[in-house]
C-alpha cells in the first residue's frame, strides 16, 4: 500500500540515506529541494512521522550542538531502516511502473 | 526507546514537553532564518514559518503519543487533572461518588452473599466431579402449594445404592442437621452445657470430598462398622479455632453429647471446610454408626442427604440407570407398610425418576427458599446502580455545557477529540474508582449485617463471606462498567464543542437536554419500577401479618422443656402425673395467665401427617396434621372453642373404645360436610391397622406453618406424658420476668428438669416471614433510594432548563405572565419528561411483579393500590423535585432576566 503515510516515510528514509544524519528542520529542506517544491507537506507533520520511525527503531536520534552552538536533535538510519528502505523502494518503483503503465494506455 | 526511557518520560512529563517544544522550536528558527535570507520581515518570517508548520500542539501531541508508545504518560496527566477538576466541584463530586458508592457497595455486599450461598462451590479439590441425589416432590392433590423434591434418604436404601454404584462413583452420607443445634458438654473443662451444631457422616465422606484433616485424622471406612460402636468425633478447623483456641493437643479430648455418650476427638478438619451445606457451619462431626440404632434398618426413617463423587470417566447419564432399578425395589417394598396409601400418590411414588444433579455448590435448604429472593434483590441493586449512572450522566451533561467553553479552547489549542474523550472519560472513571472504593468498604460493612436478616434464633445462617477476589472482581467490573455507561455520552457530547460557536458565547445546542430528558427518563422508569416492587413488598409483609392466624399470638412465650430422671419409655403414667403438675404450678404462678403444653412447636414443628378415613366413605387422598396437646391449650392461644367440649385429664386415661379428638374448622368442613362434627368417628391409619378417634370438640380454624396457605385441616389429641415437650405461657409481662418465673418453677419441680430454649409466638411467625422481611426491607430502602436519586437528577435537569430560558421566561413576565402560569410553564416542562419514562417504568413494573408473583401475597401484579401508592409517592417527590425550580421560574424579575446576556 501507498499511502501518504509510507510516502513521507520513504521520502524520509531516502533523504538520510543520501545526505547522512540530519536534524528535523534538514530533512525537510531536502525533501523540499529534491521534489522542487512539488511536496508540499505541512512541515510539522514530519515530526510525528519522525518520532514513530524512530520508535519503530529505522532511524535513532540524538542532542547535538551544532556549527552555531545550537542544541539540535540528530537523525540517522539504523540498519533495520536501510532495509525498510530497500524492500519500500522496489515496491514504490513498482507501484509507480504499475500506475504510469494504467495512465500511459487507458 | 527503551522501556526506562519511557517510563522516565512518563515520570517527567515536562522534560518530554521540552524535548519536544525544543525541537520543533529549532526548526520554526531555522525556517523564519531561512525566509528572512528571501527578503521577509521578521515578523513576517515567523508567521510564516508557523503556517508552513501546522498545528504545532496537535503534532507535539501525537509526537507524544509516540515517545511514550502508548498512554502511560497522558493518562498520568489525565488523572491528575481529573482530580484537580473534582476538587474545583465539590459539590458534584460528592454527590456523584456518595450516590455511586451506595449503588456499587449494594450491588457488592448482595453479590457476595449471592456467591457464597448460590455460586461459590464447595471448598474441596474437583467439586465438578460431585453430584447430589434427589426425586421429585410428591404432589398431594388439592395442595396448592408444589411439592418440594425429596431429599432425604434411608440406611437401606444407601448401602444398596453405595454396593450397585460399584466402582462407578462413591457416595457418602451427610446427616439433615435442621435447625435445631446439639447440647454437649466438655467433660474436661467441667464446662456447663452448651450448644454446636453437629453432623452424621458415612465414614468415607470426608475421604469422598478429598478433605484432609488440618490435625489428627479423620474418619474412614473402618467407622462404619458396629452400630454405636465409634464414638468419635471430627471437629472443625473454625470451631476448633474458636471453642478449644487452637488448642494443639485437641486430639483425645473428650466430649459428651446427651444422650449418645462421650465421644473422643480424633482429628481437625481442613480449614475453611464448613460441611456441605452452603450457610450452615458444621462444628462436629460424628460417624454415621453413632445415629440411631434402629433408622439402619428403617425403610422409611430418612434422615441424610447424599453427596457422591463420579469415578474418572462417568458421569449421570451412566450412574442413573443403575441406581433406578434399586430405588424403585425399594419404593414397591415401602409402600407395602401403607395399604391405605391412595392410588394417586402411590403412582407418584413408584414412578419416581432419581435425579443425578451436579453437586459442585453442596446441597442447602437455604438456597431453596432464598435462592430467588436474592436474585431479586441483586437485580433491584443493579436497577440503583442504573439510576445513579443515569443521575451521574445528566449532571456531567449539565456540567459539560458549563464545560463548553473550555472544551471550545482546549479544541482550538489543537486538541484531538479521541484525546479529550479520553481525558473526559479518565474523569469518570477516577470517579468510578473512588465511588468503588467507598463502596467496597460498605458492602464489607452492610453484608453480613444483611445475612444476620437471613438469620434465626433457631435458625443461624453463616455464610464463609470471603469479601475475596471473585468479589473485587465483581465491584471492580461494576464500577468499570458504570464509569463507560455514564461517561461516554456525555464525553462525546462535550468534545463534540464547536469552538467558534461557543466562543463567540452561542447558546448550546439543544441535543444536551434532549440527552439530558433521557437520562431523566431514565431514571424516572427504573426509580417508578423499584416504588412499585418495594411497595408491593411492603403491601405484601402487610398483607401476611394481617392475616387470621385463629389465635392471639401476643404475650406468648413457649418453652421447650426437657425432663432427664423420666424415661420415655418405661415412666409414662410417672409422666402423665408430673405433665398435669407441671402445667398446674406454672398456671398458678402471679404474673401468668394461662399456661399449656404440646407435642409441638408452632410454625417450626415437622409435620406429622396421618390420612383421616370416614367409615363409609371413599379412602381420601391426601393426609392431615395431627397435633397433640394439653387441657387448656385453646384457651391459653385463644383459640375459640366453637362446639363441643376441650380434652381433660381423663382422656389421656381411656385405653378402650376411640380416643377423643378436636378438629378444626376446615377439617370438618372437608370430612364432615354440611354435618355436626360433634360425635363423629374417624379412623387414623397406624401399622397395619386402623385406630378409631371420636370427635369431641370442634375449634377454630388457625395458621400452622405458614401464614401463606389458607388454613388447613387439623385434628388434635390430648397430649400423654413425655419427656421432651412445649410450654406455651401467656403473661402480659415482658420475656425475661417470664423466664424467670418459669425457671423457679422448672428448678422446684425436680427429675432434674431444665428449660432447652425459650422463644415467643411472635418471634416464631416473624421467623416464616424472613424472605418477606428481606424483600420489603431492601425493596423499600432501595425504592427510596432510587427516587430520592430520580429526584435529584430530575431537580437538576429542570433546574438547567430554567437557567436556559431565563431570557425567554423573562419576556413572558415582562408581557404580564403572572407567576402561577410561569410556574405551570415548568411543571409542565417536567410532565413531559417524566411522561415517557413513567410509561416504560409502568410496563416494566408489570413485567416485574409478573415475574416475583409468587413471593407477594394478597396482590395481584398490576394491583391497582400498589400502583396508585407508588404513583402518589412519585409524584410527590416529583413536585417536590420540580418545585425549587418552578418558583425560581415565578420569581424571575423581567428586568434582570433581559439583561442577563
Known sequence: MASAQTALDLLVLTVLDRRGPLHGYGIASSIEDLSAEALRIDEGSLYPALHRMEEIGWITASWTVTENKRRARIYQLTRAGKKQLASETERWTNFSVGVARVLRHA | MSFFSRLKNALHPTRLDHELLDEMQDHLDRRAAALREQGLSPSEAATQAAKRFGNATLLREQSRGFRLSGTLESTLQDVRYAARGMRKTPAFAITAILSLALAIGANTAIYSIVDAALLRPLPVPEPDRLFTLSTPGVQEPGRAEPASKRENFNYPLYKQFRATAGDSARLALFSNVGNQMTELQIPDANAPIEKATRQFVSGEAFDILKVPPALGRVFTGEEDRIPWGHPV???????????????????????YIPPRGTFTIIGVAQKGFFGVEPGRFIDIWLPAMMYSKASFDDLGWNWFRIVGRFAPGVAAPQLQPRLQPILRDWTQQWINHFPTMPPAIKNQFLEAQLRVRPGRAGVSAFRDTFARPLWIVLAVAAGILLIACANIASLLLARSTARASEMAMRISLGAGRSRLIRQLLTESLLLSILAGALGWILAIVTAPALIAMLSTQNDPVKFALAMDTRVLFFCVLVSTVAAVFFGLLPAWQASGAQPMLELRGMPARSGKLRWGQFFVGVQVAFAFCLI???????????????VNLGFAPHNVSMFMIGVAGLSDMTQRPQLNVFLDEFQKRVAAIPGIESAATAQWELFDAPQIGAQ???????????EEIFGSVSPGYFGALKTPLLAGRDFEQRDRLITTGPGPAIVNQALARAYFPGENPIGKIFQVPNEQSLVDRVIIGLVADSAFGSLRLAPQPIAYGVIRGTNRFELYVRSPLELGAVVKLVDGAVESIGYRTRIMSVTTLDTLIGDTLLREKLLAGIGGVFAFLGLFLAAIGLFGLLNYSVVRRTKEIGIRAALGARPPALVYLVLKDMLNMIAGGLIVGLAASLALMTFVRSLLFGIRPLDPLVITTAAAVFFAAAFIAGGLPASRAASIDPMVALRHE
Open chain 2, 532 to 546: 412499585v416492587a418495594g411497595a408491593g413488598f411492603l403491601f405484601t409483609l402487610k398483607n401476611l401479618f394481617a
Open chain 2, 233 to 255: 468425633a471430627v471437629v472443625s478447623y473454625d470451631y476448633w479455632t474458636r471453642r478449644f483456641q487452637s488448642d494443639p493437643q485437641i486430639v483425645g479430648k473428650r466430649l
Open chain 2, 612 to 622: 383421616v378415613i370416614v367409615p363409609g366413605k371413599p379412602l381420601p387422598d391426601r
